[in-house]
């Protein structure tokens, strides 16, 4: 025997008939080629991606994600054990049989042209055991485990049944009859004492086409019977390859998502997580925010091709856990599908000549009004999307067009708008001033004296709604024990502009931004200390798009640092068990998570119980992206999260920004249990157990 290696390529007529394959494998890639080619022409459409960035960085970054979410399903297995332990053998399998079939046509073609031994041929025994285990069988487990999913776990989120089903009948086939070549080939060679191929030593270590031959040669076939099938089979085979990538160029679904998803965890923003995409200068925009495809970037075009349909982004939507119309997958799903219909109105090579009339609208006809609203940009969609699909983006670009091109919006939450114009914060109706949070204690302006360690931002809600004003008393109080020299503004300060530019009023926004930028440079402010998480967020990572670049930490980072530092020592013991609420703007769009834990378990007395959402996976109190100042029909979402920490039995829910309290407080309130549970801010905590310390010291 002349040749080492798999007899791949056996017994199928080579080289005249052999040569089909080639011809099958150039018609199946130029289908796929043609299919992305297409999907090309639709993404051009879009507006230049203003989220690049600099190259290296991005390989760097891309390189790691790849590696550890796409390659090691990071994200597929810590979110959904069993659809990523499925997902997972589906995907390595496949993999390892696409480098099979490449090895083996290298083995094959260039021993049999060029003379040439590959690598691989030397060693026969590890590459048949590698393809056929960590190939074939890994695949046929992922198989069936998809079929056990959908047949009995029935996850609501599947709702793609007709054509999910096709494409795992269609692996199935590829799998079952590449295990049935497989045997009839070593049934009819490796096996056969009469072939010149025999080689029952190789034969054993392709375990699943040793046992599939074994059952053949069982039943009493022949070695010519085996020949003879076998070269029917093959190209059975051959031809449900080569539809498999006919049907996905055709479909562009989820078997052509593995081409587009690298490509999408590539082109990931840049920005801080925190961070909404900026629309550029007002002054040269011609229009505002997102009406039709051409208005968003192809970056987020891509988004909608990368979409698998999975539903894992829905499962952890506030918005429908809530029984809102907001299903962030539909929304995806939606606005791919008015990708599709808008490109239908150009040329085939994608010319940018709009029609006249569109027919139907991105916004009613394809996306509803009601769901942009539903959103809290809780971030919780994007946390589990395993090919990092930018929902808020898109739903924010939505909003501003709303808002910015139309007048529209809930009147609520226009209301909220006018205020923030008018009065320099979002609150209705509130008489207080930006200072009588401070009464009866000493506290200094800048304008009284500019010199300064730190200048703490105290925010509307803390400084102007009563329930919030003890957080920043209690605050005061913490930086006074631990000799921390700072400021505030007073009446200086005005609404960082979060709420503005999450409802969709991005002039607003960035008129707030550089009027608060200007301040903290006339001051000469160099760290600012916030209370507020969406005041964090938005100094930290939006006003350095505006020129505005702060040193910032919210003060659960301070406080934890001041208690390690033991510039504080909490001493009395509180004897509380708190859960910890994870608010979104400060855990997902900032990963800040153990700074408040350990704030709480450096308190004496005070035990800490989780919540069974927390951390990466926690539930949002329904205040963000405005919603704080929208009317919520049929179930609350804050009354769904205080539900959560009903259930960990703990008397106070800790957290850590201004609208969680005011969302636990009418959570508790509902359920009537407010003479028994209670919810603090965690700085009110640490001063409590401060406060014998201080008395002490004084």
Partial sequence: MDFIGRQEFWNIGYP?????????????????????????????????????????????????????????????????????????????GAIILLVATTVSALEFNLKEYFSVVFPTSHYPHVTSFIWDIFGGVFVTIGVLMAFYRRFVMKPARLNTFAEDITILFLILALVLTGFLVEGLRIGATELNVNSELYNPDLAVWSPIGFLVAKGLLLIGLSAEALETIHSFCWWIHAALVAWAFVYGAKNFNKLTHMLVSPVNIFLRSDRPLGALRPMGDF???????????????????????????????????????????????????????????????????????????????MITDFVSEEALWSCTTCRACMEVCPVYIEHIDSIVDMRRYLVLEQ????????????????????????????????????????????????????????????????????MVSVLKVAGVKFKVLGDE???????????????????????????????????????????????????????????VVHYTEFVNQLIKEKKIKPLRSLNETVSYHDSCYLGRHNKIYDDPREIAQSIPGVTLLEMDKCRDRGFCCGAGGGRMWMEEEGERVNRIRTDHFLETQADVVGVSCPFCMQMFNEGIEAKGVQDTKQVKDLIELVQESIEENKTKSL
């Fill in 283 to 361: 002054e040269t925009l011609e229009t505002f925010g997102a009406k039709d495809i051409e208005d968003l970037s192809w970056k987020q075009l891509i988004d909608f091709d990368s979409c698998t349909n999975c539903g894992r982004c829905q499962d952890q939507c506030p918005a429908w856990a809530s029984g809102k119309v907001l299903s962030p997958r539909k929304l995806i799903q939606d606005m791919r599908s008015y990708m599709d219909y808008r490109g239908a109105q150009y040329n085939v090579f994608g010319t940018r000549t709009k029609t006249a009339e569109t027919g139907k609208s």
């Fill in 407 to 474: 007048g529209s919006m809930p009147d609520t939450a226009m209301a909220a708008l006018q205020n923030i114009e008018q009065r320099g914060h979002p609150w209705k109706g509130t008489q207080e001033g930006r200072m009588d949070w401070a009464n009866g204690i000493e506290v200094e302006t800048m304008s009284d004296n500019s010199e300064h360690e730190i200048l703490l931002w105290v925010g509307c809600t803390p400084a102007l709604n009563e329930q919030n004003q003890k957080t920043v008393r209690a």
């Fill in 493 to 551: 300060e005005v609404c960082t502009g979060d709420p503005a530019r999450r409802l969709g009023n991005e002039y607003l926004y960035q008129t707030l931004g550089q009027q608060n930028i200007e301040t903290f440079n006339r001051y000469n402010v160099k760290k600012i200390l916030t209370l507020c998480p969406h005041c964090f967020n938005t100094i930290k990572n939006e006003y350095p798009q505006l020129g505005g670049n702060f040193e």
């Fill in 16 to 92: 005249m008939l052999g040569a089909f394959v080639y011809i099958v494998i150039v018609i199946a890639g130029l289908s796929i080629s043609y299919g992305i080619y297409k999907r090309f022409l639709l993404w051009r459409l879009g507006r230049r991606n203003a989220d690049m960035g600099p190259w290296w960085p991005r390989i760097r970054r891309a390189a790691s994600l790849v590696s550890v979410d796409l390659l090691g399903h990071r994200r597929f297995i810590r979110k959904d054990l069993y659809a990523g332990l499925m997902h997972f053998f589906l995907f390595w």
